[in-house]
């Protein structure tokens, strides 16, 4: 079964320093990898996606990473802001059968910005 | 900005009640998606619709949830009867195509509460 699994669970860090957040999955056969950002009571927004030739991607401060060899991706967070608090959702998509690409979610990690 | 709407925001409703949920994708989105999400979980893939086809629909619970695309534009979804367990957030998202690279633009979503 499609695993992705994220850590940490929760991080809490402050204004201004800089974060990285981790993804493992074991999805099969692998298509793609998206971080998305979801604030509080809202849906999630695309940051990033990255196909199985890429390795890096950035976003503004943010900077996404694939080691598709290992099976793991980070989302780096640069000179974090309070904006930044939210949960961050990391994403991998499998090639169905029929040609769809079926993702599988994380449960996230919820990063807390203190000023 | 064009925006993937959902209606209703919020919902109460009690046990054994029906309800149905509104999606109304970014125009032009060929495909379009229903997640669950549970508080502090990541969204779950309930169905896929490309155009007004079921793409995938193996995680619906078809004893109770039905999902319509008739005319490959907005979606519904329904739970009937509710159970107390259906209580969660509904996403809905869309997107162009399901190639990919292809960017899932969610709505705000639809927050159910079962009493």
Redesign the interface.
């Known amino acids: 079964k499609n695993q992705?699994e994220q850590s940490p669970q929760s991080l809490i860090i402050l204004e201004g320093k800089n974060c990285t957040l981790q993804c493992n999955y074991t999805v099969s056969p692998f298509?793609?990898l998206?971080w998305y950002k979801q604030d509080t009571?809202?849906?999630?927004?695309?940051l990033t996606?990255m196909?199985f030739s890429e390795n890096t991607k950035s976003n503004g401060r943010y900077t996404a990473t694939l080691d598709a060899d290992t099976k793991q991706s980070s989302l780096h967070i640069t000179a974090s802001q309070l904006s930044d608090s939210a949960s961050y959702?990391c994403?991998v998509?499998d090639?169905?059968s029929?040609?769809?690409?079926?993702?599988t979610?994380?449960?996230?990690t919820s990063l807390i910005v203190h000023p | 900005e064009a925006e993937?709407a959902q209606s209703p925001r919020y919902k109460i409703t009690e046990k054994s009640q029906a309800v149905a949920f509104w999606c109304d994708p970014i125009s032009g989105h060929a495909t379009l998606y229903w997640?669950r999400q549970i508080l502090?979980?990541?969204?779950?893939?309930l169905v896929?619709f490309?155009d007004e086809s079921v793409?995938?629909d193996s995680q619906l619970p078809k004893d109770r949830f039905s999902a319509e695309r008739l005319k490959g534009v907005d979606s519904t979804l329904k739970i009937q009867p509710a159970e107390l367990g259906d209580s969660a957030m509904y996403?809905c998202?869309s997107s162009l195509g399901?190639?990919?690279?292809?960017?899932?633009?969610?709505?705000?979503?639809t927050?159910l509460s079962v009493l």
């Open positions: 992705v298509s793609n998206r009571g809202r849906g999630p927004v695309s996606i196909t959702i994403v998509s090639t169905s029929g040609g769809s690409y079926i993702p979610f994380g449960r996230g | 993937v997640y502090g979980q990541g969204p779950e893939l896929q490309q793409v995938d996403l998202a399901s190639g990919a690279k292809n960017i899932q633009y969610f709505g705000a979503g927050r």
